[in-house]
C-alpha cells in the first residue's frame, strides 16, 4: 500500500484545513489508518485513527473536539479535517495505515508528510 498525503499549507489561527491521504492498493478498506503530525525538534504525535469500517476512531487529547478523522473506502482515501487551527498545530502531517485496529501502536504503512503553517 502507497500512502499519498496533501491538503496542506497556510492558513490563520482560527481557520480551517482539510487534509487528504489517497491509497493505491487493495487492502486499504481493510486497514485501520491514523493521522501523525510531528513539528520541529520535537517527536511524532499520534492524532487519530479511524477502524477500516469507519465506525470507531480515536483521538489525542490535544485535538479532541477540533480534528474529526473520516474515510472513504470507495475511493481509498482517508481524511483530516481541522478547525480552530492554532499556531502549536504547525506541524508535517503524516498519514499511516495499520493491518492491527485502532488501538494498535503498530503501523505497517506511512505517507509522505505535508505541512501545515498556522500564523498568528
Known amino acids: 500500500v502507497q500512502l499519498q498525503a496533501s491538503g496542506g499549507g497556510l492558513v490563520q489561527a482560527g481557520g480551517s484545513l482539510r487534509l487528504s491521504c489517497a491509497a493505491s492498493g487493495r487492502t486499504f478498506s481493510s486497514l485501520s489508518m491514523g493521522w501523525f503530525r510531528q513539528a520541529p525538534g520535537k517527536e511524532r504525535e499520534f492524532l487519530a485513527a479511524i477502524s477500516w469500517s469507519g465506525a470507531g476512531t480515536k483521538y489525542a487529547d490535544s485535538v479532541k473536539g477540533r480534528f474529526t478523522i473520516s474515510r472513504d473506502n470507495a475511493k481509498n482515501t482517508v481524511y483530516l479535517q481541522m478547525n480552530s487551527l492554532k499556531p502549536e498545530d504547525t506541524a508535517v502531517y503524516y498519514c499511516?495505515?495499520?493491518?492491527?485496529?485502532?488501538?494498535?501502536?503498530?503501523?505497517?504503512?506511512w505517507g509522505q508528510g505535508t505541512l501545515v503553517t498556522v500564523s498568528s
Open positions: 499511516a495505515g495499520s493491518v492491527g485496529s485502532i488501538w494498535s501502536r503498530q503501523y505497517d504503512y
